[in-house]
């Protein structure tokens, strides 16, 4: 069962609902911890503090930390100066202001965080989160979690509230930054009618359930297989070759080709299973 990061409550205006905060993520499925060893040996290699200056190694009482604001000159702080820093922990979500969802660049959200309601605001939990759904609104909050203050929007989701953590404005790069086509560029109107076919033959419904991450379980085989001596080849999957695009009409058109007949297969695979489960439930 999970638990709470903290107990706290939703702050907007003169109202307070009491909920507990709980992480809506969990770690990556590959997220499996390697330890760097010596080939020779197989022992742990260590990584130890050494003074360049003085070529030896310190104790870890004589580390500080520093930032270099200009070539070869620093500025150095402890650890208990830096921890000043740290914002109160007030455990609460402080909504400053509310807008509308379209306003905000989907590239601002970052981690989304569930928000339970204790059984006392279950009522005023339900009127935020069904006024917010009805009025196509988020709210706009400060939280502070792990010793930092966040940015963070507070977002109906099905029966829930989520809080989802955003990036801050100098955070994100500058789309000026780079070269992209200028927005009403001209594109021939023949290339857009069959590009917007092939959008329609490779729309279909998102299931996310269907994705899966196997990059875990191929790891672990390999594990496996090397833990009883044996080796596993390594077959990558081989990138598409580069080809000059001369015609891209023509692209289209047997990508349009390639797409009906790949939904073809899929949908005869489909059925084939559906056959084999129902003969698999008469034999039963």
């Known amino acids: 069962m999970a638990h709470a990061i903290w107990s706290g409550a939703i702050n907007f205006g003169l109202v307070t609902i009491p909920v507990k905060l709980f992480t809506a993520v969990r770690s990556s499925s ?12 197989d022992s742990r290699i260590r990584y130890r503090t050494f003074c360049e200056r003085e070529d030896k190694e310190v104790p870890r009482s004589e580390i500080v930390r520093g930032y270099e604001y200009e070539k070869g000159e620093w500025v150095t702080f402890t ?13 609460s979500v402080d909504i400053v202001q509310f807008c509308d969802l379209d306003e905000i660049n989907p590239m601002f ?3 989304p965080y569930y928000l339970e309601p204790e059984k006392k605001g279950s009522h005023a939990y339900a009127l935020l989160r ?3 759904r009805a009025a196509n609104k988020v709210g706009i909050a400060k939280v502070v979690l792990r010793n930092r203050e966040h940015l963070a929007a507070v977002k109906p989701n099905g029966d829930a509230l989520v809080l ?3 990036h801050f404005n100098e955070e994100l790069v500058e789309q000026s930054e780079f070269a992209f086509p200028p927005l009403k560029a001209e594109i021939p109107a023949g290339e857009m009618k069959v590009a917007k076919l092939l959008i329609d033959t490779m729309t279909s419904e998102f299931k996310p359930e269907v994705f899966e991450d196997t990059y875990r379980e191929k790891l672990l085989a390999l594990v496996e297989a090397r833990a009883k001596g044996k080796s596993i080849p390594a077959a990558r999957a081989k990138a598409p070759e580069a080809t000059n695009v001369v015609n891209l009409m023509d692209v289209l058109q047997r990508s349009i080709e390639e797409s009906k007949k790949g939904r073809g297969e899929s949908t005869g695979a489909r059925k084939k299973s559906s056959a084999k489960k129902t003969r698999k439930r008469s034999a039963a």
């Open 30 to 41: 590959s997220d499996l911890s390697f330890n760097f060893i010596h080939k020779k040996d």
């Open 79 to 91: 650890d208990e100066e830096l921890k000043r820093l740290d914002a109160e922990n007030t455990q």
């Open 109 to 111: 959200f970052d981690t």
């Open 130 to 132: 069904d006024a917010l």
């Open 164 to 166: 989802e953590l955003m």
